[in-house]
């Protein structure tokens, strides 16, 4: 009688387990299929995205043009013999560019080590004439005539598209592109494309 109660004690929790197993592979499929219909919801949401970085991206260079003057009205590099970097200056540059409120931590830390490289490079090899290596162009367009640029961003002549989840293309008129990396909702980095 033992064995008989164990046996089918065993083979109730066999079926008991088997039947769990099941309805957890059930509803992985389940999900699975749920997943599936939401992907579209999902690409909605890269593309509300990637369309509010292009935003962001667009805002910033509105931002960076109309008061490009103001914000490089002090020269970052001392002329003198040599030349040296004046820190306050690139204080007001990050201030006045707004690049608080557009982009990363790292990306500022990022900008102010390439600052304090910069300075290292002048002290180390002192310089009196010439443009400062790192300096050479303009550190948000990546050119060295950002004039142009600066009138498309003005008058709207810019294009914006989505590359990759976070990164999006600014093309201007001219050929010029650059990709705007994102994190979240901050820019975290420029480059030239």
């Not at 769990?20 to 579209?40: C, F, M, R, W, Y």
């Not at 935003?55 to 490089?72: C, G, M, Q, V």
């Not at 030349?83 to 201030?95: A, M």
């Not at 300096?135 to 990759?164: M, R, T, Y």
Request: include cysteine.
């Amino acid at each position: 009688m033992k064995k008989i109660l164990i046996i089918s004690m065993a083979t109730m929790l066999l079926f008991a387990c088997k039947r769990d197993s099941t309805l957890d592979n059930s509803e992985a499929k389940a999900g699975d299929s749920i997943t599936a219909v939401q992907n579209p919801d999902t690409d909605k949401a890269e593309d509300t995205a990637n369309s509010d970085h292009c935003k962001i991206a667009t805002d910033f260079l509105k931002h960076y043009a109309t008061n490009y003057e103001r914000i490089y009205e002090e020269e970052f590099v001392t002329y003198g013999a040599p030349y040296s970097l004046d820190f306050k200056v690139v204080d007001n540059y990050i201030e006045n560019a707004k690049l608080p409120r557009y982009f990363t931590d790292r990306y500022i830390r990022n900008l102010i080590s390439a600052f304090v490289a910069i300075d290292k490079h002048l002290k180390a090899y002192p310089q009196n004439d010439g443009t400062v290596d790192g300096l050479e162009s303009d550190l948000i367009l990546h050119s060295q005539e950002p004039e142009e640029l600066l009138a498309q961003i003005i008058s709207g002549k810019i294009k914006c598209a989505k590359l990759v989840p976070d990164n999006v293309l600014i093309d201007f008129q001219n050929g010029h592109s650059l990709i705007f990396k994102f994190h979240g909702h901050e820019i975290d980095d420029i480059e030239l494309k």
